[in-house]
């Protein structure tokens, strides 16, 4: 086969963008080398300049400090607590109600539909006092237990409203004929969602679930709210709180690790995941 020619007028109109990502990349790059690079370094060095130099060594030390001394362990626990749990609760209700809307017509479709993307559009802010009032007149705020329900609650009503609209859209798009075989051999709706029409909406849901994830994993209002102790504290909270001890104790270096830390989940969901990010995002099922 012929190699296609490149269409130089075409490549030239792009040029503008291509210059864009690039530079846009090795910001990127830089930026993050330069967050590596002084979570290897010494305080000393990062205010001196001469941080690629690492004329004392790697300092792997910063990383150990950061997650027994500076209680980011607890912090990345909690995090990883609240996002996991919250994530699978998420899809466990969104799911079957994004099915239902997708498939099923009744006389409240349009009118939960149009009230999950009117929820989408509430900010948190406007809520947050009413919902705090109420969660105190409860003594939900007693325990650490139910400090922790109360917060994973919380992630779940929020994330709920998007993941379903997200996943109400892909399984508009996948084909009816499975459904109508399944019927034909008998299967009951249930059933038919659980063992045929789930496992094909993979790629959505572990899509949304990745963002469900990063988003419940670098949130801070709700946190900062209903979060009233370091052992209940998520790590955008802890990080916050480090930052504001700097002032007191100089360790930036550590605190670069401390970073590094709680980057590295959601680069390596990132990394590992994008296959099925893109095929989420593009819609995934063929349509029917």
Known sequence: MKKEKINWKKELKLAPGYLLLIIWVLFTFVLLGWVF????????????????AFE?????????????TANVSVFFKNS?????????????????????LSRFEFKLNKVIQSGLVSAMGVPIVMIILPLFSEIVKFNLLDTTFTSRLVLIFLYVGINVPYTTIFLLTFFS?????????????????????????????????ITVS???????????FLSLIFAN??????????LFSMINSMKYTG???GMFAAVVIV???????????????????????VKG
């Not at 002084?38 to 060095?45: D, Y």
């Not at 919250?86 to 239902?100: D, H, K």
């Open 37 to 52: 690079a002084a979570s290897f370094s010494t305080t000393k060095e990062i205010f001196s300049g001469k941080l690629f």
């Open 56 to 68: 004392s060594g790697f300092h792997f030390e910063n990383y150990m400090k950061a997650w027994t």
């Open 80 to 100: 990883l607590i609240y996002a996991s749990i919250s994530c699978v609760l998420v899809i466990l209700i969104a799911a079957p109600a994004a099915y239902v």
């Open 173 to 205: 798009n996948l084909p009816k004929a499975f459904e109508e075989a399944a019927a034909i051999d008998g299967c009951n709706p249930r059933k038919t969602f659980w063992k045929i029409m789930l496992p094909m909406a993979q790629s959505g849901i």
């Open 210 to 220: 990745i963002f469900n994830f990063i988003a419940i994993w670098n949130e801070y």
């Open 229 to 238: 102790s370091n052992e209940l504290r998520p790590v955008a909270v802890g």
């Open 251 to 253: 360790d930036y270096a």
């Open 263 to 285: 980057f590295l989940p959601t680069f390596i969901l990132y990394i590992m995941l994008s296959e099925k990010i893109i095929a989420g995002v593009t819609g995934g099922g």
